[in-house]
């Protein structure tokens, strides 16, 4: 079973990366994943048997996609002290229903993706279009991201902080400080980068 998830994680990865840089659409990357995948196993897919095998994917992705467990109560202790928005890379229609469906997309001030902006992280201007809709300027912005070069230098070079939560914790080649593991970590990076008063 490994062997299958590190084979789907890679091929996602290379396709997500073509839909990004306009190579593919939303819905071609997927088909692609999905007729790539199938094929490294010796199955050659048409492409009716693509799309309805795909479209059975994302419904259970959108219906089995769960929050980490410290998620909410990150949430509850910024909430009062900070306006709240993401930034994602992705499909708006899929991002705002994960965000639904996890029950938190009420909580984000701010949910721009790359397809509204019409640039990709680590584009400077997908952070400063962020930053004009939630009326911050970059200084006063801190980002959390996941993914240091495109989350974390991204979000700098566009003026804003950064924080990288980096799960595995596995550090990446030039990272610095601020690093975290779990977003129940994150009161103090806030302090030390923004200079917030948490209570």
Same mark, same amino acid.
């Given at each position: 079973?490994? =062997?299958? +998830?590190?084979?789907? $994680? #890679?091929? %996602?990865?290379?396709?997500?990366?073509?839909?990004?840089?306009?190579?593919? &659409?939303?819905?071609?990357?997927?088909?692609?994943?999905?007729?790539?995948?199938?094929?490294?196993?010796? =199955?050659? +897919?048409?492409?009716? $048997? #693509?799309? %309805?095998?795909?479209?059975?994917?994302?419904?259970?992705?959108?219906?089995? &996609?769960?929050?980490?467990?410290?998620?909410?109560?990150?949430?509850?202790?910024?909430?009062?002290?900070?306006?709240?928005?993401?930034?994602?890379?992705?499909?708006?229609?899929?991002?705002?229903?994960?965000?639904?469906?996890?029950?938190?997309?009420?909580?984000?001030?701010?949910?721009?993706?790359?397809?509204?902006?019409?640039?990709?992280?680590?584009?400077?201007?997908?952070?400063?279009?962020?930053?004009?809709?939630?009326?911050?300027?970059?200084?006063?912005?801190?980002?959390?991201?996941?993914?240091?070069?495109?989350?974390?230098?991204?979000?700098?070079?566009?003026?804003?902080?950064?924080?990288?939560?980096?799960?595995?914790?596995?550090?990446?080649?030039?990272?610095?400080?601020?690093?975290?593991?779990?977003?129940?970590?994150?009161?103090?990076?806030?302090?030390?980068?923004?200079?917030?008063?948490?209570?």
């Amino acid at each position: 079973m490994e =062997s299958y +998830l590190r084979s789907w $994680r #890679a091929i %996602s990865q290379t396709t997500i990366e073509k839909y990004l840089s306009a190579k593919l &659409s939303f819905e071609g990357q997927r088909i692609e994943r999905i007729k790539t995948f199938y094929g490294q196993f010796g =199955s050659a +897919l048409n492409e009716n $048997r #693509a799309q %309805s095998l795909s479209s059975s994917f994302v419904c259970f992705y959108e219906t089995a &996609s769960v929050l980490f467990p410290d998620v909410r109560d990150t949430l509850d202790s910024l909430s009062p002290h900070f306006v709240l928005g993401i930034i994602t890379n992705g499909n708006t229609p899929q991002q705002r229903t994960k965000l639904a469906t996890a029950g938190i997309l009420d909580r984000f001030a701010c949910v721009l993706t790359s397809e509204d902006a019409g640039v990709t992280k680590p584009d400077v201007r997908i952070f400063q279009q962020a930053c004009e809709q939630m009326h911050l300027h970059p200084s006063e912005a801190v980002y959390v991201g996941d993914r240091y070069e495109v989350d974390i230098l991204g979000a700098r070079a566009a003026g804003l902080a950064a924080i990288w939560i980096n799960r595995e914790g596995v550090p990446a080649a030039g990272f610095d400080y601020p690093f975290i593991t779990a977003l129940g970590q994150l009161t103090a990076p806030l302090v030390h980068v923004a200079g917030a008063s948490l209570r």
